[in-house]
C-alpha cells in the first residue's frame, strides 16, 4: 500500500491532495503548523484509520526525518504563499519556502523517498514574453514570492542529480476553488470576488480588467500532483488549463453565477500584478494530465462551497 507526507495538508490545495489519496486507499500523513492551513479542512478525514495529522513545521527538521520514515511519496505543499505577504515580510517568505523546501528535501533523501511532487508557481515566468509561457523560458522573478518557488526549483533539480532524489516540479497557474480562504487580506481573485458578491458589495479591479490569467480548478491540479508521483517524469511542468480568461470575464461570470447585479469598482492596478498569463500544458500532457473542469462548472462548485 502507497504511503505519502502531504505537507501543507490542512492548506487549501493540501487538503484537496490528502482527500484524494484517501479515497485511493493510500496512507496519509499530513504536516502542518496551522499558520494558514485549516483543522476544519482535513476534520472529514481525521476518523480515517488511514491518515495521521501531526501539527508542526518544516522548519523542524528532526521532525520531518521521523515522519518521513517508510514514506513512498512527497507531497511538498507547505508554502507561505502570498506575493503580498512575501513583499510585506521577504525574511519570513524565504525561511518557510526556501529553507523549509530544504530541509523537505534532506528529509526526503535521508529515508530514501521514491519521488517529491514539488508545488512551484508561476510566478517564476515574471512578465516574461512571449504567451503562452513554456517551461523552457528564462524566468523573470519580480516578487520574493517567485524567488523563493524558483529557488526550490533549483534544489530539486540539484538533489535529483547529486543524490538521486526523483522530483517533480508543477508550476501552478491561478488555482481555486473549494477551500481557499476567502477572509484574509491577501484573499486570492476569485474567492475574494465570490464573498463580495454574495454579500452584495461590488468585486474591485486592480487596472482595467483587461489583464489575463489561467484559472485551473484544484480538482485537476490535485490530478496533475497523483499523474506525476506515479509516473516516471522528472522535471518542471507547467499546471494550468492551458486557456486564458480576463478579470473582467471572470466577473462577469460570477455575476451570472450568482444572479447578482453588483457593478464592479476599478481601482489603480497594483505594481506586484504581471499584465498577461497563460500556460502552455503540452509538456504536462505527455504523462497523461488533461484539465476537465471548465472555468464555468468550477466556480458554480466553488459558489456552491462558499455559501455553506
Known sequence: MKKAAVTGGAGFIGSNVVEELVKRG????????LSSGKRENIKHLLSCDKVEFVEGSILILPLLQKLFKNVD?????????????????????HEVNTTGTLNVLIAARDNGVKKMVYASSSSVYGSTS???R???????PQSPYAVTKLTGEYYCQVFEKVYGLPTVCLRYFNVYGPR??????????IPKFIKRVIEGKSPIIFGDGQQTRDFVFVKDVIEANVL??????CGVFNVGMGKSTTINE??????????S????????PRLEDIKYSVADISKIKAFGYEPKCSVEEGLKQTIRNLKR
Request: proline fraction near 10%; aromatic fraction near 6%; glycine fraction near 2%.
Open 26 to 33: 493510500w496512507w496519509v500523513t499530513i504536516i502542518d503548523n
Open 73 to 93: 511519496y512527497v507531497f511538498h505543499q507547505a508554502a507561505i504563499s502570498s506575493i503580498p505577504k512575501s513583499i510585506d515580510n521577504p525574511n519570513a517568505c
Open 130 to 132: 512571449p504567451l503562452p
Open 134 to 140: 513554456k517551461e523552457d523560458m528564462p524566468p523573470n
Open 180 to 189: 481557499q480562504a476567502s477572509d484574509s487580506q491577501h484573499a486570492a481573485v
Open 228 to 233: 506525476a508521483a506515479e509516473s516516471l517524469a
Open 250 to 259: 471572470l466577473v462577469n461570470l460570477v455575476l451570472n453565477t450568482t444572479g
Open 261 to 268: 447585479n453588483v457593478q464592479p469598482i476599478y481601482q489603480a
